[in-house]
């Protein structure tokens, strides 16, 4: 701007440039009595202002683009994330108000009825006969029957993901108003999960993690207050929530609230699982909150690698437009260059290995669990051994071992080549048991045994989504017995191992004891010992 100013008033040979009061004759100084020189309209002074110019101009298009590719660098890597996450919170939002309106009126001797009792009772009927990925309960006929039949004979499956980007034909000037306005929305977004009351006011305060529990217990206590005969919250009472301007009950948001909340087959839920809910989501906040401010420290120390890099060019640059040829001395460090280049040329190639991996695969944010591996090597199917990451920079990841608390640090470069396993990217995690069965036992109590598995984890929705598999692993002859293995699919991602071998330990305690009152126990047959003169085994 200055030397634009420059151009604009003290350029050329002009009498304004000259002498700015050139038209008086009262100050000697200000007009054609004093001298100009020839410093206005000289070379150097043009190259200077052209050089100024033009570090503005680059200056400013660096800035330009460097916040909005970072911007929209972290906003398309944590937005889908946001998103999700800020729909929960506007759930519990609308439930926290919903036990503030409750306690109103039953301060005023008033009650809510309830909405649509006839679509709660096929919600009901859902509950206690589908699983997550269930769709609206129907009524109970034949071909319904069939159909259910059918799904369950044809296995589970998923629809791949397609996200909305992919379906859209816009032009690239609409891409990046877009991307402008997801930028904002994200940091604005952002912005409130740094409130104290993150869940609104009618939740309460959620600075710390006993606050929050705290605040939950008080909104479940309000909730009770429309039904206080019941021993635990009926989920009709947080149907009210799902309400739309008809007063009729949205099946969209319904599943999402029993996505969140988990109630049990008979639709109630208790006040840990009611505080359970919550504080995941209060989890889910702070983690990402800590992974988008790491996100930023990177970011920070990219811009600083770039800016290195940008103000050398752009100081040859500038030297040139002044005719000050910067590259004779440029190649006289070659010599010196060259030599460093044999000293540091391996450690550069795993720090730029490193920076790639960090700022572009991106395979790990703060707090997720991963496993380190070589890549050719066997997964753990109970698990693979975990580090939990604490800090992350464009050099070196800070993690510490999920068994004995040990902290450790990494090079980036050194992990580029490794497989990283991220339990928190891992969903739906599948758990494997196996049982055995001896050779004489009748094949309809081997599957009286998995209908009662079945059963078992059908009773408990928080858990698991669904057996998967039940079938035949090996069968030894020789030893008397037959091997089978049971797939099982548990709610939680592989980040909370804690919780899937507690319920993987609860399925097998279930099973033993299913299979001594069945009497099909596998008891392995003695084996031989031989002894020699001396008394020793052989």
Known sequence: LWAIIDFIVLYGRSEWTNHWLFWQQAIDLCNANNPAGDVLDSSAYTRLLSAAITAGVLTGLKRLWLSSYLGTRTCDHYGSKLEDLMREMVLISEISNLSKEIRSLQRAGMKRSNPNPARLQQWNMSLASASEESTVAQDFDLHATTKLQLTHMLGEWEEPDIPPSARKNDTPWNDAQGSVNDVLQFRQAVSLLDTPCPFSLAFGKCSTREECVESAQTVYERLMLQTPDEDLLPFETMSFVALDENHSIDDAKMKRLIRLFRPDRTGKLSKLDFVKSVDSVYKKFRMLRASIYNSSQIDEAFERLINTVYYFLLWMLILSILDLNPWPFIASLTRVLVSFAFCFGSAAS??????????????????????????????????????????????????????????????????????????????????????????????????????????????????WIAMSAFRTKSVEADLGYVEYSVVLVHREKWQSLPAILDSKADIQSFAVEVSRRLGIRYVAPPMGVMLDNCGRRS
């Open 350 to 463: 795993k720090y730029f290995e490193g920076l790639l991996l960090i700022f572009v695969r991106r395979p790990y944010d703060i707090g997720d669990k991963i496993a380190i591996s070589p890549v050719d090597d066997v997964s753990n199917p109970d698990g693979s051994s975990a580090w939990f990451v604490e800090g992350v920079s464009l050099f070196t990841t800070t993690a510490r071992y999920a068994t004995t608390n040990e902290v450790a640090t990494f090079s980036n470069g050194s992990l580029a080549n490794s497989r990283i396993i991220n339990a928190a990217r891992s969903p739906k995690a599948q758990v494997y048991v196996y049982f055995k069965f001896g050779l004489d036992v009748p094949h309809e109590k081997v599957l009286l045994f998995r209908d009662s598995l079945e059963s078992f984890v059908k009773a408990r929705p928080r858990e």
